[in-house]
């Protein structure tokens, strides 16, 4: 079992930066790859951005690429979104997840945060 926090959402200007924190409990954190969906109202909840359970390789959906970083800290069983240039259509509930491989599909992710909101003003 894997019981994920996130933390770090809050509403920001566009142009602006933020950082979320997804903290994970248990011991085997370092063996589950990691990523961030978002889920706009109205709207399906779509992949952010995945890395692997080392931290050596990261994917991103085209719309954060170049923006958003993702990274995590094993020893401290936690990931992060560091997210730049907010836009507007960034604004989302956002979550993080836990999955034996990293991929961009909702249903391959055995283990949710409960989100955290993050809104982006224009």
């Known amino acids: 079992q894997v019981q994920l926090v996130e933390s770090g959402g809050g509403l920001v200007q566009a142009g602006g930066s933020l950082r979320l924190s997804c903290a994970a409990s248990?011991?085997?954190?370092?063996?589950?790859?990691m990523a961030w969906f978002r889920q706009a109202p109205g709207k399906e909840r779509e992949f952010v951005g995945a890395?692997?359970?080392?931290?050596?390789?990261?994917v991103y959906a085209d719309s954060v690429k170049g923006r958003f970083t993702i990274s995590r800290d094993n020893a401290k069983n936690t990931v992060y979104l560091q997210m730049y240039s907010l836009k507007p259509e960034d604004t989302a509930v956002y979550y993080c997840?836990?999955?034996?491989?990293?991929?961009?599909?909702?249903?391959?992710?055995?283990?949710w945060g409960q989100g955290t909101q993050v809104t982006v003003s224009s």
């Open positions: 997840a836990a999955a034996r491989r990293a991929t961009s599909e909702v249903g391959d992710y055995d283990y």
């Open positions: 248990g011991r085997t954190f370092s063996s589950y790859a």
């Open positions: 890395i692997s359970f080392t931290g050596g390789s990261t």
